[in-house]
Structure formats: structure tokens, C-alpha cells
């Protein structure tokens, strides 16, 4: 079964600092990963996706994220965060089988900025 | 244009009530997802809807639980006897693909259910 995880529960930075949020997924076939974001009270939208190709994908808000298939990591990145970036950040892995096309998510990582 | 809407957006029920969730997908998306998202965790996949057809509903947790999506286009997600346990926010999704496209999949803001 595919599972992911996200080891940070809550990580805290200041203001133009870097970010990197971490993702660990088990997929047994080339996952198709991707990172939503959830703001309070907010439904989650996607800040970026892999499926294949070049593994640096650019997202939206100045968001990016590298797929290591040695590590089985999927990692996001920011150079520097904004204080509208505080949100919940969610990595989910994809899969096909039985018709079906469902996300698997993690928990979460929580993101706190410091003005 | 309009993004995935959901209502309510909050609903109170007391132990044992049944309720209803409504899910208006963007127009046109084949797919439709049902998640269910419990306090401080990530969303967990109830079923999935390919037009009208309900594919997968591998992620129901009961019996209790229901879908449909009669005309493949709005959804209805029904919990019947609601128990304590089932307070959570349910997420519906939509998607304009099926299998082997992007099949990236666009959320409503979720219907938040408390039990009491």
C-alpha cells in the first residue's frame, strides 16, 4: 500500500527566510507526487505536481520541489517565505488501479512565519 | 469561472441523525472524489465517481456511508446514524480527466460536521 510521510509536524521561520517542507512517500510503481497547501477555513490547492520528466518542478508562489527516487523523497522548497505563506502543507502520492485515481495524503506540516 | 463548491459548510447533528453533503463539481469534470479530513491529519479517500458511475468506494469507513451522483454531475455524500467519530471536514474534489492524464484534482472548502 502507498503511504507518505511527513516528519515535520510544525516548523517555524522568519519572514524572507528559506524553506524546505519534507516528504517521504512508498509507492511501489512511479508515483505521481504531489503538494497542496490549506489556509484556515480554506480548501487545499495545488501548489505543484510530478508525474515524469525533469525532476525540479516549479509551482506556484515561487514554490519548488525535487523528486529523489534514491530517497523517496519529494521535498518543497522555497528560497525565501513570505508571510502569507503561513498555511498547512500537505504532500500526497497518486496511483491508478481498479478505476480508481484517489490521493493518498500525509499529515501535514503546519508552517508558522516570524515577521 | 466557479471552483468546486460545497454545502453546508458547517453542520451540527446531534448522535443518531442522518445528514446529507452536497458537492457542485466544476462543470464539465468527470471525476468526483469524496475525503474525509479528521482534526489535525490529512485527508483520507472515501470513493471516487467517474460520471455517474461510483468506481471505488473502497474508503467508506461503514455502512453508514452513502454517495451518489445521479447525473454525473452533483454528489450527494449521506451519513446515516451519525456517530461521534464521524466529526470531521469532508473534502469533495473534482477532476476533468480520467486514467492516465494529470488527473490533477481541484478541492471545494469542505463541509465541516460536528456530532454532538
Known amino acids: 500500500a502507498q503511504s507518505v510521510t511527513q516528519p515535520d509536524i510544525h516548523i517555524t521561520v522568519s519572514e524572507g527566510a528559506s524553506l524546505e517542507l519534507r516528504c517521504n512517500y512508498s509507492y511501489g510503481a512511479t508515483p505521481y507526487l504531489f503538494w497542496y497547501v490549506q489556509s484556515p477555513g480554506q480548501g487545499l490547492q495545488l501548489l505543484l505536481k510530478y508525474f515524469s520528466g525533469d525532476t525540479l518542478v516549479q509551482g506556484i508562489k515561487g514554490f519548488e520541489a525535487e523528486f529523489k527516487r534514491s530517497q523517496s523523497s519529494f521535498n518543497l522548497r522555497k528560497p525565501s517565505v513570505h508571510w502569507s505563506d503561513a498555511a498547512e502543507y500537505f504532500c500526497?502520492?497518486?496511483?491508478?488501479?481498479?478505476?480508481?485515481?484517489?490521493?493518498?495524503f500525509g499529515k501535514g506540516t503546519k508552517l508558522s512565519v516570524i515577521p | 469561472g466557479a471552483g468546486v463548491s460545497q454545502s453546508p459548510r458547517y453542520k451540527v447533528a446531534k448522535r443518531g441523525q442522518d445528514v446529507a453533503l452536497r458537492c457542485d463539481p466544476i462543470?464539465?469534470?468527470?471525476?468526483l472524489f469524496w475525503y474525509q479530513q479528521a482534526l489535525g491529519q490529512g485527508p483520507e479517500f472515501l470513493t471516487y465517481?467517474?460520471?455517474?458511475?461510483?468506481?471505488?468506494k473502497s474508503g467508506l469507513p461503514s455502512d453508514r456511508f452513502f454517495a451518489e451522483r445521479p447525473e454525473g454531475s452533483v454528489s450527494t455524500l449521506k451519513i446515516q446514524r451519525t456517530q461521534q467519530e464521524d466529526s470531521a471536514v469532508y473534502l469533495c474534489?473534482?477532476?476533468?480527466?480520467?486514467?492516465?492524464?494529470?488527473?490533477?484534482?481541484?478541492f471545494g472548502p469542505g463541509t465541516r460536521l460536528t456530532v454532538t
Open positions: 465517481f467517474q460520471n455517474e458511475a461510483q468506481l471505488d
Open positions: 462543470s464539465g469534470h468527470v471525476s
Open positions: 500526497a502520492v497518486g496511483r491508478s488501479g481498479a478505476g480508481s485515481y484517489q490521493l493518498t
Open positions: 474534489a473534482s477532476s476533468p480527466n480520467i486514467a492516465g492524464v494529470s488527473y490533477e484534482q481541484y
